[in-house]
């Protein structure tokens, strides 16, 4: 879904002839333009936005239902339709509760069908951690590995807490997410797991942004069950994550794929590569 | 002829009375409703829509506004609904205030809002009530009387 920012910010006049389209998040804060983040670099409007510009660009995205949403907002983003994300920070309650908006960050999703198709016979039936800074195009590729599985003949399952990777409206996928795919959303990865395995039976399971507290033990309980799962973590290498407390995650999977941007091809490593790489000086 | 138009005259200023009540009673109501759709969370044009409950056509052309595009504001929206001519200024700011006030984020100053809008709203409702019992009777009376009383000077 493209969004007509000239619709949603109708006072900053530049967004008639600058195309956001490409752009991987576009913010409003008061009192500074209107800034994207385009592939070439960052973009910044003329227009000075003003509170009302905020909130009226606010109501606009979420459907004029931010009030409704109040508990996906104190988490801090609400989903919107095509898999985007309305980022919203502002004075909250003392039950974290949004009361004021100050600033918005729109994350735009962006589907690359054969973002994966270059790595995909090395990740092929095994299970596979995307690291990647933010922005490197994670997300992309993991819901790009889930279609090619399915392509393949696997039963995939997709454990999408963000509605980020499928982007479900009214049960269906708006993301293509290759056919025998089975999504639940808005569950915590600890419980969608060993639900999906419980109820669908996959083969594969593609789950964004690990690194919540009970994140291992569900990988663990899928690995139990033979069911190779698709991650992605933040990061910028393998040493990284352990450096971060989180090595624990690390022996439940059979590759790592490193990003360092979406222009860049995707380094593959097996288990042995990212455990050679720590051992040597 | 003048006595008839006389006559005429005091029962359209009766009907006024009444068909305004009628206006300010379907907004207590609509308020009523608003309040359950916004404990339910739904969103903006849905509480509208159900505020208005297909009476009220302020209610539902605000919120088929809404979601034709977003291209609107608060204040641009506000102005371009077809007030109804009944209401008085002083109601009208009742309402254009809730309504305003319903833009915001939490659903907590929304409620709050709404059940200012709702006391105030109560006021104006006894009121109405009260002179449609007396002025929209006055109204019909004094028009019957003017009648009479044109049609004996003019005999």
Known sequence: ?281 | MSAGACVALGGLFARRTAEKDRLIQAWSAALLRMEDALDRGDSLPQVLETGGNHQLPLLQTAADMLRAGPALGPEEWLAALPWEDLLDPSERDTLATLLRSLWTPSPAAQLRALHTAQSQWAAIAAASRAKRETNGRLYARLGWLGGAALFILMC
């Not at chain 1, 109708?10 to 009192?31: F, K, M, Q, S």
């Not at chain 1, 909250?92 to 100050?102: F, S, V």
């Not at chain 1, 995939?156 to 980020?164: F, H, I, L, Q, Y």
């Not at chain 1, 795919?181 to 399971?205: E, N």
């Open chain 1, 1 to 281: 879904m493209d969004m007509d920012w000239q619709l949603i910010v109708p006072g900053a006049a530049e967004l008639r002839t600058t195309d956001l389209r490409p752009a991987r998040e576009v913010r409003l804060r008061p009192g500074q333009p209107v800034t994207a983040l385009l592939p070439e670099g960052l973009w910044r409007g003329q227009h000075i936005l003003t509170p009302a510009d905020i909130l009226r660009a606010a109501q606009a995205l979420s459907g004029h239902s931010l009030a409704a949403h109040q508990e996906a907002l104190s988490r801090g983003f609400l989903p919107l339709p095509g898999g985007h994300r309305l980022g919203v920070c502002g004075e909250m309650d003392e039950k974290g509760r949004l009361r004021e908006i100050t600033s918005l960050c729109v994350r735009l999703c962006h589907q690359c069908p054969g973002a994966g198709a270059g790595i995909y016979q090395a990740v092929r039936g095994k299970s596979c951690l995307i690291i990647g800074p933010p922005g490197s195009g994670k997300t992309t590729l993991l819901r790009d590995l889930t279609r090619l599985h399915g392509l393949d003949g696997y039963q995939t399952a997709v454990a999408d807490e963000r509605g980020e990777i499928a982007a479900c409206r009214d049960g269906q996928p708006l993301l293509d997410v290759g056919p025998q795919c089975d999504v639940v959303t808005g569950l915590d990865k600890a419980r969608a797991l060993p639900l999906l395995i419980r109820s669908m039976a996959p083969q594969v399971i593609a789950t964004d942004e690990l690194g919540g507290p009970g994140d291992a033990a569900a990988l663990g309980e899928a690995a139990q069950c033979g069911v190779r799962v698709l991650a992605t973590l933040h990061g910028r290498s393998v040493d990284d994550v352990r450096w971060r407390g989180m090595d624990g995650l690390l022996p439940l999977f059979d590759v790592f794929v490193l990003l360092t941007a979406p222009e860049k091809a995707p380094q593959v490593l097996t288990q042995e590569d990212a455990t050679c790489k720590e051992d040597s000086p």
